[in-house]
């Protein structure tokens, strides 16, 4: 696989050692630089600071022009002067002394000390968009989960692939099944119900399909600094027939696959216009109580089109007009609208239609 990177990247080195900076400092600091919109250290900072009273009612945190003040049970604890820049470490030093004049007042805030960060960081979230979220574990907000996400079998002269997830053993698997099943002439992609997963396991699986051209774009949050990946598989590209079936719940990483068979003209995609979660996310550890993923980027098609919000359209659309679709007034729409059809055998059907009548 090949990445072109347009734009050089800068890297910036710090001399403090790690165990001399505060976690909420590399919170604050990492969440504001990864973030792809604008946001202020001391909004974030603000924000968690009045997540104290998610773990005792009795706390607050009242903000002014000019200070941070906490209470406890109407009563003022500690007054602090807000820093005079919005730098992450002055902000983090704001925190824990509040943090610290709390806990001596609270007993609650006593017992919860092991997962203060966890619950007060949430409160950042409201700052930032939709997709930024905060999962329990790094395997949670990676979608890598112990049940089975691949399932493949052969179907008279078809292999039949079904994917529930993108994860890293997403391309192992499917690599298998193809080789397995040589004899097969045509292949269908399930990725109806997919929630994503792994952006690099998605390219590299549309690198399985693809000898050139462009997979993906990713745009990150400096301005114009954009990462195209293209497609460059060492192994002889599979060129067997391709069908790729989505829905509404099609989603993030399987949307760039499908994105990127479908203007590469490798594929026929089937079904319904897919979710729009075209958003990267950068996994920011909460010092060992929890992740935030912070959207940090957007990907886009091989032409460029958005993904974010808008999806990919089908080449054929099954959505469900009057509950009772019928593959003879199945056709290209300009717009298709999202549903959830991974239990619907009308994108089977298709497949074998336009097999017989290509």
């Known amino acids: 696989m090949k990445k072109i990177f347009l734009l050089l990247f800068c890297f910036f080195c710090s001399v403090a050692r790690a165990e001399d900076v505060s976690p909420w400092q590399k919170i604050y600091a990492e969440v504001r630089d990864a973030y792809v919109g604008d946001v202020k250290i001391a909004d ?12 005792d009612k009795n706390l607050t945190v009242a903000n002014d022009n000019k200070r941070i003040s906490l209470y406890y049970k109407g009563r003022v604890v500690k007054v602090i002067s807000k820093p005079e820049n919005d730098n992450a470490g002055e902000w983090a030093e704001v925190t824990e002394d509040v943090m610290a004049a709390a806990e001596e007042k609270s007993a609650q805030l006593q017992k919860q000390n092991f997962e203060v960060i966890a619950i007060t960081a949430q409160e950042m979230l409201p700052l930032l968009d939709d997709d930024s979220k905060f999962f329990e574990s790094f ?22 692939v079904k994917m529930a997830s993108i ?95 479908k203007e590469q003209s490798r594929a026929k995609i089937i079904g319904t216009n897919t979710t729009g979660k075209g958003s990267m996310q950068k996994l920011i550890n909460l010092d060992g109580q929890g992740v935030l993923a ?65």
Do not use: W
Not at 194 to 215: P, Y
């Open 44 to 55: 974030l900072a603000v924000a968690t600071l009045k997540g104290l009273k998610k773990i």
């Open 139 to 160: 395997d949670e907000a990676q979608n890598i989960k112990n049940h089975r996400q691949f399932a493949a079998r052969k179907e008279n002269d078809m292999l039949y």
């Open 167 to 261: 994860n890293k053993q997403s391309k192992t698997e499917l690599k298998k099944a193809l080789s397995e099943n040589g004899e097969a002439q045509s292949i269908i992609l399930d990725l109806r119900g997919c929630v994503g997963g792994m952006f690099g396991e998605a390219i590299e699986i549309a690198d399985m399909f693809l000898d050139e051209g462009i997979i993906a774009v990713t745009k990150e949050k400096i301005k114009d600094e954009e990462t195209y990946y293209v497609a460059g598989n060492e192994e002889k590209a599979d060129e067997r027939e391709l069908f790729v079936l989505v829905d509404g719940d099609t989603a993030s990483a399987a949307e760039v696959l499908s994105a990127a068979l």
């Open 294 to 358: 912070v959207t940090s980027g957007y990907f886009m098609s091989p032409s460029g089109a958005e993904l974010n919000k808008k999806g990919v359209i089908p080449d054929i659309c099954t959505f469900a007009q009057n509950g009772t679709p019928d593959v003879k007034l199945l056709s290209q729409k300009a717009v298709c609208p999202k549903e959830s059809r991974e239990n619907s055998e009308i994108e089977l059907m298709i497949v074998k239609e336009l097999r017989q009548n290509p």
